[in-house]
């Protein structure tokens, strides 16, 4: 009797994963038959090397085997023909070429991997599992034959079958009528982007080149803000921003906030689709400008996924938001959607790829919350979390594992340097850290753009290009919060007169005062100051903005949250201790007051990479409870006292401990002259 050996071992690294297959199966195979996560675009014909794999040879105890010289297959022509061409690193050979033939470990480094991990760049680090709902397959396609009558499109959908096991996909005309010239062209191989949004669902064929397409796939997170849109273009491989840009949302001209807007539309019949128009528009700008910046073909963006507050969704959609304008605050629809690029005239992407939107929460939290949502997770939280987007309108998490709240806050665009006198978007040149010393009160400044301070030597020069030329959303913040810590203005956000404040940098304005943050006009630049209007513009963001998440508190019964994070556009770059100074967030302990950077534009791109997230936020809304700011009556009580700064009646014992408040009043009694108006505390 002979004694049959067995198959040769066959262990993939780092997943553990083991079997035994005959001499002669490919790695390839043998990593798909095991469910290694071995990445292949091409089927196995040498042509994508996205099948890499790196072999071991010698003792692996830890697995208990040696592994011998001869284990692989010998290197091929196909291969060195990869090699010569495109490149490939010593050592690695193609998981499609390379045959079992001993036993064998073999590693699958990151970039060959299907399910990569991608870390994000935030606070927070947290991994990006890729998983994105388009994805590239390159396939050979049998010819067509007067014996059998099927057409191009169901023979390709026989070959995605064989070689990838895929269901048959639908194709739309546009990509019917270039599939019979891309499969001539490319000799009967074809590439094509394949779209399954849902997994297990219906696939669609959005794009299709001839022979192997080397582009890659890429896709658009949006956040569609009232005021500024931002939108990251991504790589579909491996979730790396390729660009990033924004834009002021051209709706701005029918009303600066969404209730405005909503008004808009009310009154001024097709006022609704003009402002459709418009920022699909501005969308098609910001596409186009991306792709160039990056230096890629627009049809290769094949996915875009949208956040936004309800009325931008509606308006992006096409829908009147009239619904939105009054109670009850219907939605058309409050769950996620899944569309073509086409339905919204979104021309600079491929028309054909596909748009998500994620779900929104109620008729006042929208997809922008859901995103806030999925990106810092305030359901994993053990501390109880506040959760401020600021822009807008404020989107407002409070929660921890056992209850999740929401709510947004009609801000106002002041905290994105709109109705600012001297108010900019975030661009160089903008300031955007402001610090005033408190005995002489004189203030030194940073800009976008430029690391020095103003008083740094060599600052001029190093903005000469771009001037001194505004004040964006976090140097506001922190230009009105060092304003009171200096005692230039008084807890009624009342400015002083330079009599009053012994600086000439109060300059009398009407019958107000303006403090001077910046003077360029001898060299034929702004002059900057921060005006009694601006005070009274952030006031009531930040009255709002605290009446919304003291709203929430009310409704858990807590008088203090564990931790803060702020989020938003400019969440990133908001100080929490002026954040705090200013009154916008409830009292905290410093150290707690985070910023996770544009958590909604975040949550947008996990959304993006990995379908599975989609599908945990659309879940995951319906547990989160809404809490209406607008027809809450403790929210009008709230945001009256919020308007003091920090706060008439809280207390704030964590923000005391860290900053001293000058006691200072500039009210009636000062302006007389009284001495009230100089009349300082520290501590
Ligand atoms: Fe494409 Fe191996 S699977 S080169």
Redesign the pocket.
């Known amino acids: 009797m002979t004694e049959t050996r067995p198959d040769p071992l066959v262990i993939f690294t780092p997943s553990g994963k083991r079997g035994r297959f005959p001499v002669g199966t490919p790695i ?1 195979t043998a990593a798909r038959q095991l469910g290694v996560d071995l ?13 890499q794999i790196t072999p071991g040879v010698g003792d692996f105890p830890k697995h208990g085997v040696t592994v011998a010289a001869d284990a692989l297959s010998p290197w091929n022509a196909v291969e060195q023909r ?1 090699k010569d061409i495109r490149g490939l690193i010593d050592g690695r050979r ?4 390379a045959k079992v033939a001993g036993d064998i470990v073999v590693d699958v480094p990151p970039e060959s991997q299907v399910h990569r991990q991608v870390v994000r760049k935030a606070a927070t680090a947290r991994a990006i599992e890729m998983d994105p709902a388009t994805r590239l397959y ?1 396939v050979a396609v049998q010819e067509p034959d007067m014996h059998e009558p099927t057409g191009d499109l169901e023979r390709l959908n026989r070959a995605l079958a064989e070689t990838f096991d895929l269901p048959p996909a639908q194709a739309d005309l546009q990509v019917l009528a270039r599939l019979q010239p891309a499969l001539r062209k490319g000799d009967w191989t074809v590439t094509v982007a394949l779209s399954t949004p849902r997994e297990g669902g219906p696939s669609k064929i959005v794009e299709v080149w001839p022979g192997f397409h080397e582009g890659g796939l890429h896709g658009l997170a949006i956040d569609l803000g009232s005021t500024t849109i931002a939108a990251h273009l991504t790589d579909l491989a491996d979730g790396r921003v390729l660009a990033s840009s924004g834009l002021m949302n051209p709706q701005i001209r029918f009303g600066e906030d969404l209730m405005s807007r909503v008004s808009y539309a009310m009154m001024n019949p097709g006022g609704d689709a003009e402002m459709t128009r418009a920022v699909r528009a501005a969308l098609n700008t910001l596409i186009g400008e991306l792709a160039t910046e990056a230096g890629i073909d627009a049809r290769t963006i094949v996915e875009a996924v949208f956040v936004c507050n309800p009325v931008m969704h509606h308006l992006l959609l096409g829908i009147d938001p009239v619904e939105l304008g009054q109670a009850p605050f219907a939605l058309a629809t409050s769950s996620a959607l899944d569309l073509a690029a086409a339905a919204l005239d979104l021309t600079a992407m491929n028309p054909g790829g596909q748009v998500y939107i994620l779900p929104c929460i109620a008729g006042h939290v929208g997809a922008d919350a859901a995103a806030v949502a999925l990106s810092e997770e305030p359901d994993k939280s053990d501390d109880l979390v506040l959760i401020v987007d600021v822009g807008t309108n404020a989107e407002i998490l409070l929660g921890n594992r056992s209850r999740v709240l929401a709510c947004s806050s009609p801000t106002g665009p002041a905290f994105e340097g709109a109705q600012i006198s001297s108010g900019q978007r975030a661009a160089p040149g903008a300031i955007e850290r402001v610090e005033i010393d408190p005995e002489t009160k004189e203030p030194r400044f940073r800009v976008i753009g430029c690391e020095l301070w103003s008083d740094d030597p060599g600052f001029a020069e190093a903005t000469a290009a771009t001037g001194v030329t505004g004040i964006c959303g976090s140097g506001i913040i922190e230009a009105v919060a060092e304003m009171r810590m200096a005692g230039l203005m008084d807890p009624s956000g009342l400015i002083g007169s330079g009599e009053q404040t012994g600086t000439p940098r109060s300059l009398p304005e009407g019958r107000t005062h303006a403090y001077l943050l910046h003077d360029g006009s001898a060299t034929g630049g702004p002059v900057i100051t921060v005006t009694q209007g601006d005070v009274r513009a952030i006031q009531l963001a930040k009255s709002a903005l605290y009446a919304g998440a003291r709203l929430l508190m009310d409704e858990i019964g807590v008088d203090a949250v564990d931790r803060v994070v702020l989020a938003g556009a400019f969440g990133a770059h908001i100080s929490p201790k002026h954040a705090m100074v200013l009154g916008m967030i409830p009292d905290a302990p410093l150290d707690r007051v985070t910023s996770a950077g544009n958590a909604a534009g975040t949550g947008a791109r996990i959304a993006l990479c990995n379908r599975a997230a989609r599908r945990r936020i659309e879940a995951g809304v319906r547990a989160i409870t809404k809490v209406e700011t607008a027809i809450e009556p403790r929210f009008q009580e709230h945001f009256v006292a919020a308007n003091a700064i920090p706060h008439a009646t809280a207390p704030f014992p964590n923000l005391a401990q860290a900053v001293s408040l000058p006691q200072v009043g500039f009210g009636a009694g000062a302006a007389r002259g009284d001495a009230g108006g100089r009349r300082r505390r520290r501590g």
């Not at 675009?41 to 042509?47: F, Y």
């Not at 193609?94 to 070429?97: A, E, K, R, V, Y």
């Open positions: 390839l990445d292949s675009v091409c089927g196995g014909r040498g042509i994508c090397s996205k099948c990869y193609l998981g499609c070429q390159c």
